[in-house]
C-alpha cells in the first residue's frame, strides 16, 4: 500500500515561493507522479506531473514559475513555486500512480493573498 504524506503549505503574498513536499510510505514510482490542485467547487486540476513515459509536463498557468522535482533516496516529490500569484490559491496534491491506480495524498492548503 502506498501513502503520500504532504507538507510545505502555507499563505503567502502575491510574488513569495513555497515549496511543497510529499513523502512516499510504501513503493516509490518515478512514473506516474505529480501535483493537482483543487479550489472547492470545482474539479481537480493537473498541476505537473511526471508520465509513465517520463515526461514532465506543467500546466499552461504555472509554467515559467513552478518546478517540479523528486529524490529517490528520500522517497519525497517537491513542488517548488516561485511568483505566487492569487489565482494559485487551492489545495494541492501529491499523486501517485497512472490513471485508474491512482493514489492521492491528503492535501496542503496554499493561500496567496494579493
Known amino acids: 500500500e502506498v501513502q503520500l504524506v504532504e507538507s510545505g503549505g502555507g499563505s503567502v503574498q502575491a510574488g513569495g515561493s513555497l515549496r511543497l513536499s510529499c513523502t512516499v510510505r510504501?513503493?516509490?514510482?518515478?512514473?506516474?507522479v505529480g501535483w493537482f490542485r483543487q479550489v472547492q467547487g470545482t474539479d481537480r486540476k493537473e498541476v505537473a506531473y511526471r508520465d509513465e513515459e517520463g515526461i514532465i509536463r506543467y500546466a499552461e498557468a504555472v509554467k515559467g514559475r513552478f518546478s517540479f522535482s523528486f529524490d529517490n533516496t528520500k522517497k519525497t516529490l517537491y513542488l517548488q513555486m516561485d511568483n505566487l500569484k492569487p489565482e494559485d490559491t487551492a489545495m494541492y496534491y501529491c499523486a501517485s500512480g497512472c490513471p485508474g491506480t491512482r493514489t492521492w495524498g491528503q492535501g496542503t492548503q496554499v493561500t496567496v493573498s494579493s
Open positions: 510504501g513503493r516509490f514510482g518515478r512514473y506516474c
